[in-house]
Every structure is written in structure tokens, then in C-alpha cells.
């Protein structure tokens, strides 16, 4: 079955290290997201990539890269510079940045901090 | 400034009634896309249903149905018949200038 795969699906972290949460989608997408997702509030757009080889910043990319040299692969790092990483993250795919049919998400990260 | 708002933090709803979730919407660009997802606790989000801003008709999928009141900004969804599987946060997210714009979410609570 075709899908989003996001590994792993909790992950813990120390304080200053870098992490990096996996993206993958055999849908043959070119769109993919990376959300965040905290307490009560909607989802907030970290990065996305329309194709190979590029990536846009989001609403809240500080702190945060990425990469895409597979269109099947979407990988985030969450870096030491971003000062509140503990969240829900989501990875989403769809067919083109212009798209009616939805967005296809993953089951999500919890990232904590510890 | 582009913006979802669902004004309804959590409902109650007794199984096998109707349910309507609300959202309103705020935008100056004249086509854009509204979209309903519900997130399980298990944490993935569903797509349910897809209004584009030129279509005349309201989008219905099953037991959903969007009510698309575009003079009034809003695309609130309709549940027919509530099942205790429909618990969960409903969110309300606009598509605009290649990104989608989410709503704070609903949570709702389907009792038996």
C-alpha cells in the first residue's frame, strides 16, 4: 500500500544535540511538508519541497533543515539553535503545491527534550 | 491576512445525532481551497473533504458534507449521524498561495 512512513515515532533528545526525523512516501509525490504540531494549537509549516534538489522555508524554519535528494525522502533535522523543539511533527506529501485532492500525512514524531 | 478560525474548542455529542463543526475563514485572494482533517489520538491526520472556492455546489463525502457559505467566509462541517469512531480533533485548513493554513482544531467527543 502506498503511503508516508515517519520514523521513529517518539524520539528523545538532549539538550544541544541535533536530531533528525525520517520522512518517507512511495506515492510518487513531488510535494512534501514538514508540520509541527503543538498543544491546542493547528499545524505550523516548517519546510517544503516541490521538487528534487529544493526546499522552501515555512512559517517557522529557524532552527530547522532540511533535505531532498530523493524524491522519495524528506528528512528534518532538528537543530541545537531551535530553543523549544519538544512538538508533534508531521510529514505530508501531495501530488503538486497546487493540489485539491489533500494532503497524505504520516502517523507523526513526538519529539521530547529531556 | 489569511486566517482559519474554528471557535469551538471541544462539543459533546450524543451518538447517532448530527454534528456540525464550525469554521470561518478570512482571505483576499479569490481562489483558494478548504479542506476538513480529522486527527485520531493515534495522531495521523484524514483528509475528509475538499470545497474548492468556485464550486457552486457543497462537497459531500458519505456521512460528511461541507456547508460552503462563501458571502459569509465559512465551511463548516456537517457529521450525519455520529458514530463513536468520529471522536477526535477536527481541524479546518485553507489552501492559499501554495500552502495550507490551519485552524486551532476541534475536539470532539461522541458519547454512547
Known amino acids: 500500500d502506498g503511503g508516508i512512513t515517519q520514523s521513529p515515532k517518539y524520539l528523545f533528545r538532549k539538550e544541544g544535540q541535533n536530531v533528525t526525523l525520517s520522512c518517507e512516501q512511495n506515492?510518487?509525490?513531488?510535494?512534501m511538508y514538514w508540520y509541527r504540531q503543538d498543544p491546542g494549537q493547528g499545524l505550523r509549516l516548517i519546510y517544503y519541497s516541490q521538487i528534487v534538489n529544493d526546499f522552501q522555508k515555512g512559517d517557522i524554519a529557524e532552527g530547522y533543515s532540511v533535505s531532498r535528494e530523493k524524491k522519495e525522502s524528506f528528512p528534518l533535522t532538528v537543530t541545537s539553535a531551535q530553543k523549544n523543539p519538544t512538538a508533534f511533527y508531521l510529514c505530508a506529501s501531495s501530488i503538486g503545491l497546487i493540489t485539491n485532492y489533500g494532503y497524505t500525512f504520516g502517523s507523526g514524531t513526538r519529539l521530547t527534550v529531556v | 491576512a489569511q486566517k482559519i478560525t474554528q471557535t469551538q474548542p471541544g462539543m459533546f455529542v450524543q451518538e447517532k445525532e448530527a454534528v456540525t463543526l464550525d469554521c470561518t475563514y478570512d482571505?483576499?485572494?479569490?481562489?483558494?481551497?478548504l479542506f476538513w482533517y480529522k486527527q485520531p489520538s493515534s495522531g495521523e491526520m484524514i483528509f475528509l473533504i475538499y470545497?474548492?472556492?468556485?464550486d457552486e455546489q457543497n462537497a459531500t463525502e458519505g456521512r460528511y458534507s461541507l456547508n460552503f457559505q462563501k458571502a459569509r467566509k465559512s465551511a463548516n462541517l456537517v457529521i450525519s449521524a455520529s458514530q463513536l469512531g468520529d471522536s477526535a480533533m477536527y481541524f479546518c485548513?485553507?489552501?492559499?498561495?501554495?500552502?495550507?493554513?490551519w485552524g486551532a482544531g476541534t475536539k470532539l467527543i461522541i458519547k454512547p
Open positions: 470545497q474548492g472556492s468556485y
Open positions: 506515492l510518487n509525490h513531488d510535494a
Open positions: 482571505t483576499s485572494d479569490q481562489s483558494y481551497g
Open positions: 485548513a485553507m489552501w492559499s498561495n501554495y500552502q495550507l493554513i
